[in-house]
């Protein structure tokens, strides 16, 4: 079965600093694509950043990037500079390439301190 | 980027009654759609797939009868979740995914409806 674990419940920044977050999967699919979304206090997903497994090259977005290792199954994210706006549930998630589902971690709660 | 509503954003209702909720894409097609479900300070538990013209699959656990499910065209899916009680409060969220045709599975999520039974 395909699952998806982030460790970390809870996270703090300080401002203008950088924290990663952890996420783990285990997937017996070949093709597959991993994403973070973020969800704010609204509840609206917002798609962080996204990265296929074909692809060495880790994915970056901004003040977001991944550290994707393949062989780990291992799919962490960056974020550089933190800002407030950043405080925000975070989720990893997993997506096979035929059936589109996705399978969501527990999630992380990001704090920022001022 | 790709829109996704839902309607209505927040409902109301008393035990026993049921409750339609509409998901739209805006801007594309959705050959596929999907409804989750996430109660507070947790994770999104998927509950079905929709295809549109055919019917969802759900996932395991999740009752067929209770919560019924339509996706009669590319940009319409509805979850109706009939004689609602104060278990099935939960904030309801759809996705959307244009699929193969597109060459791409991303999926683009509604803004959630939440649901309160009395």
């Known amino acids: 079965a395909q699952t998806v674990t982030q460790s970390q419940p809870e996270m703090s920044v300080q401002e203008a600093e950088t924290v990663t977050l952890s996420c783990t999967y285990d997937t017996s699919e070949s093709d597959y694509y991993l994403f973070w979304y973020k969800q704010p206090p609204s509840r609206q997903m917002i798609l962080v950043i996204r990265?296929?497994?074909?692809?060495?090259q880790n994915a970056t977005e901004n003040r977001f990037s991944v550290n994707f290792q393949k062989a780990a199954k291992s799919f962490s994210l960056k974020i550089s500079d933190s800002q407030l706006g950043d405080a925000a549930m975070y989720f990893c998630?997993?997506?096979?390439?035929?059936?589109?589902?996705?399978?969501f971690g527990t999630g992380t709660r990001l704090k920022v301190l001022a | 980027g790709a829109v996704v509503s839902q309607h209505p954003s927040w409902v109301i209702c008393k035990s026993g009654t049921s409750v339609k909720i509409e998901c739209r894409s805006l801007d594309f097609q959705a050959t596929t759609m999907f409804w989750y479900r996430q109660f507070p300070k947790q994770s999104l538990m998927l509950m079905a797939t929709s295809n549109e013209g055919s019917k969802a699959t759900y996932e395991q656990g999740v009752e067929k009868d209770k919560f019924l499910i339509n996706h009669a065209s590319l940009t319409l899916s509805t979850l109706t979740v009939t004689s609602a009680h104060p278990e099935d409060s939960s904030f309801y969220i759809c996705?959307?995914?244009?699929?193969?045709?597109?060459?791409?599975?991303?999926?683009?999520f509604g803004p959630g409806t939440r649901l309160t039974v009395l």
């Open positions: 996705s959307a995914s244009s699929g193969l045709a597109a060459g791409t599975d991303e999926q683009f």
């Open positions: 990265q296929e497994a074909y692809k060495q």
């Open positions: 998630a997993q997506g096979g390439s035929g059936t589109y589902k996705y399978i």
